[in-house]
């Protein structure tokens, strides 16, 4: 069973910047890939990004790409999310999640609790 703990989320004014981290413990998995994934209320989760284990694929929503860089360190098992430029569009609960199988744009299988982002205008 993973574990994966998110941080950082808050309330900033549009035009900031947060960085959200995860960590993850238990059993993790070798090659794993690791992504974000956002709710704003009334709205289906979406993808935000992911990454893959050796750093070397990173894929981001077309909504955020220029403003969001998705960075993970493996020897913490962790990954982070930096949000600049931040819009009140972006505000949504976000969770962090791990794909087992090594595929950043595939079925991810394990979620965390989720970290609240306010945007104001």
């Known amino acids: 069973q993973v574990h994966l703990v998110e941080s950082g989320g808050g309330l900033v004014q549009a035009g900031g910047s947060l960085r959200l981290s995860c960590g993850a413990s238990?059993?993790?998995?070798?090659?794993?890939?690791m992504g974000w994934f956002r709710q704003a209320p009334g709205k289906e989760r979406e993808f935000v990004a992911g990454?893959?284990?050796?750093?070397?694929?990173?894929y981001y929503a077309d909504s955020v790409k220029g403003r969001f860089v998705i960075s993970r360190d493996n020897a913490k098992n962790m990954v982070f999310l930096q949000m600049n430029s931040l819009k009140p569009e972006d505000t949504a609960v976000y969770y962090c999640?791990?794909?087992?199988?090594?595929?950043?744009?595939?079925?991810?299988?394990?979620w965390g609790q989720g970290t609240q982002v306010t945007v104001s205008s």
């Open positions: 999640a791990l794909e087992s199988h090594g595929n950043p744009l595939g079925a991810y299988d394990s």
């Open positions: 238990g059993r993790t998995f070798s090659s794993y890939a």
């Open positions: 990454i893959s284990w050796s750093v070397s694929s990173a």
